[in-house]
Nanobody, 123 residues
Framework: QVQLVESGGGLVQAGASLRLACAASDRTFASFAMGWFRQAPGKEREFVAAINWSGTTTNYIDSVKGRFTISRDNAKVTMYLQMNSLKPEDTAVYYC????????????????WGQGTQVTVSS
């Protein structure tokens, strides 16, 4: 079973940038579409972005389009989320997961989730 570990979170001011990384434990990572989700305090976890296995197709929620970029390096078994122009409403715990599109919606797969990394954006 692939283990996923996120890193790169932190406390930043509005307008700043952060780059999150999701490191996988083995090369089966390259077989999966991957995604980022986030959960803000008192809110349900939401999908943020996804990337197919080869890195050629990406999808984003509207609120991060033009600010966030998802990418992956299968040779390094790592996925990234470059977050620019951060806003206070981006504050959340960010999770990476293997994903599948089910009934038009991206869902995390089984136990292929990381433990999360906190992103806090101050105004």
């Amino acid at each position: 079973q692939v283990q996923l570990v996120e890193s790169g979170g932190g406390l930043v001011q509005a307008g700043a940038s952060l780059r999150l990384a999701c490191a996988a434990s083995d090369r089966t990572f390259a077989s999966f579409a991957m995604g980022w989700f986030r959960q803000a305090p008192g809110k349900e976890r939401e999908f943020v972005a996804a990337i197919n296995w080869s890195g050629t197709t990406t999808n984003y929620i509207d609120s991060v389009k033009g600010r966030f970029t998802i990418s992956r390096d299968n040779a390094k078994v790592t996925m990234y989320l470059q977050m620019n122009s951060l806003k206070p409403e981006d504050t959340a715990v960010y999770y990476c997961a293997a994903v599948a599109k089910i009934n038009g919606k991206y869902e995390g797969l089984g136990n292929y989730w990381g433990q999360g990394t906190q992103v806090t954006v101050s105004s």
